[in-house]
């Protein structure tokens, strides 16, 4: 039977509570980068090398047993002459604490080997890591930090290092190699100011988004040590190839526009009055507008991405990579679809003159027709634009201009110097062939019929093989136009290619982002 008294015993007694343990703090407290160093960071850093000790040779504590030589035998890494470490012992089978452990012995810089074997070993940044510079890749070396990119570069500036060791380096890693940080940014910096005077001497009026993208490239020098001339050249090249492009359509346009007024008529570039051209050139400006936002952009975000995780990083620089080809490739396409107008432009003059052909019967070599095939000098009235009275008038407006297009007097034979040309015949190099086409002073004629007509001039005559000959430069001229029409497709292919494959890559970093957000969620 059950005493009651035990159980008045019971509950007269002092309950005692355990003791709560002491926790460590959440290691999540403190990501790094997340907050400031304070005890909490400290005791989990504490925790972490009590669980991970690292190991680089700094203390007894902090060493491994010593390696062993080729011959089996212990290295003592504290008295070792490194000339007696060969570079394939000590990259291949030293573990990187031993290298740590020999490289503090040496402030953090050795060279082991001669030659061809050679190699030139650094401590990196926070003495964690170790530096074989013939091992590092020209995709090692952008991924560096700054500190280590200017310690190599601070390494190779010293007289001591053979100049081979450096023209070694400098081939593996397609940069400048030799210099001190601030001869190097001095040399890259001068390849853009060159550029900068070079656009600015051309006096464009919309200059502004060149110059601007070169400003962004001399800042981004500032802010690195080693630099590739190869890629500076090529980033400069882009700017100078859009810019070159955009100022061929504005020299065409302006002048169009600024002719004197008794040339309205003449000196024609293109067969629709210079309409397709103003719209291209509108169209390039808004692209450069877009290029500059872009790189702007990409700057801002180089330097505030690390507050970004890796995905969200990849998929943004990705996103920029695919606008800039998207940009690219828009300006190709506007200047392929003005090399085909300029094809078609000369497909015009072409039928003219095949029409011209078709009037000789070929049995009398001497004789002399027009333009229109027609023979003798019989005086014909000409107007502006090319207006012919009888049947020689029946032409469309483009064939009129054309002939202005081509003709010596209107176009060819005047004193500036190549300003009417059209934008595709500046940037393909071609001189527009020109021949004695239309009336001009030499024929002009002053005679009034029986209606009261007054007859300005008659037209050129030429043989069959003469009107052959400029039929031939003109298939030749339109050859080399054509080959720039198949450049500029496979161009805008390749394009429009890495551009999509940058949208993919930034598509996969944000689906993995969100997957990586989904499986913390559900765990």
Avoid: C
Avoid at 93 to 102: G, R, T
Avoid at 315 to 325: H, R, S, V, Y
Avoid at 377 to 400: F, H, K, S, Y
């Amino acid at each position: 039977m059950r005493n009651l008294t035990d159980d008045a015993n019971f509950f007269s007694k002092t309950i005692i509570s355990p003791t709560e343990p002491t926790s460590n703090p959440l290691p999540t407290q403190n990501i790094t980068g997340s907050g400031d160093f304070n005890s909490t960071t400290l005791k989990n850093k504490e925790n972490y090398e009590a669980i991970f000790p690292f190991k680089d040779g700094s203390s007894e504590e902090a060493r491994l047993p010593s390696p062993l030589d080729e011959d089996g035998n212990p290295i003592d890494l504290q008295t070792v002459d490194p000339q007696d470490i060969s570079p394939e012992l000590f990259s291949q089978n030293f573990h990187s604490a031993h290298q740590l452990e020999l490289l503090k012995r040496f402030n953090g810089e050795i060279a082991l080997g001669a030659g061809d074997d050679r190699i030139d070993v650094l401590e990196g940044g926070g003495g964690r890591t170790v530096l074989i510079l013939t091992e590092i890749t020209k995709n090692d070396l952008a991924q560096l930090s700054i500190d280590d990119q200017t310690r190599i570069v601070e390494y190779l500036s010293r007289p001591d290092v053979p100049d081979e060791v450096k023209q070694k380096l400098a081939f593996l890693w397609e940069a400048e190699v030799g210099g001190t940080v601030e001869e190097n940014r001095a040399a890259a910096g001068e390849r853009v100011e060159a550029a900068i005077k070079e656009i600015g001497a051309a006096e464009s009026e919309f200059d502004e988004s060149y110059l601007d993208q070169l400003e962004i490239l001399q800042l981004k020098i500032s802010k690195n040590v080693l630099f590739s001339h190869a890629s500076i050249d090529a980033q400069i090249d882009s700017v100078k190839e859009r810019f070159e492009r955009m100022n061929a359509f504005e020299v065409s346009v302006k002048f169009k526009d600024d002719r004197p007024s008794g040339l309205k008529f003449s000196l024609p570039s293109s067969l629709d009055n210079g309409v397709s051209m103003t719209a291209a050139l509108e169209t390039l400006l808004e692209q450069e507008k877009r290029m500059v936002e872009v790189q702007k952009q990409r700057l801002n975000f180089a330097s505030s991405g690390s507050a970004l995780d890796l995905p969200s990083l990849v998929a943004g620089l990705q996103l920029f990579d695919n606008i800039e080809k998207e940009v690219e490739a828009a300006e190709k396409t506007i200047e392929l679809e003005q090399n085909n107008e300029l094809v078609r432009y000369y497909t015009v003059m072409q039928g003219i003159l095949n029409e011209t052909q078709k009037s000789f019967n070929g049995e009398k070599p001497e004789e002399e027709r027009d333009v229109f095939g027609n023979k003798g000098n019989d005086p014909v009235r000409v107007g502006i634009p090319v207006a012919v009275d009888g049947d020689d008038a029946d032409l469309t407006e483009e064939e009129r201009t054309a002939l202005m297009m081509f003709d010596d007097f209107f176009s060819g034979g005047n004193s500036f110097e190549g300003e009417n040309s059209h934008p595709m015949e500046t940037l393909n190099k071609v001189t527009r062939p020109f021949d004695d086409i239309l009336p001009d002073e030499s024929t002009t004629i002053d005679e009034i019929n029986d209606d009261g007509i007054v007859f300005d001039g008659v037209f050129p005559q030429k043989t069959q093989a003469q009107w052959n000959l400029f039929s031939t430069q003109i298939a030749d001229a339109v050859t080399v136009i054509n080959q720039r029409t198949q450049i500029l497709t496979n161009d805008i292919t390749t394009l429009n290619q890495e551009g999509n494959r940058h949208f993919e890559l930034m598509n996969n970093s944000l689906r993995r982002s969100v997957d990586m957000i989904n499986s913390i969620a559900r765990a």
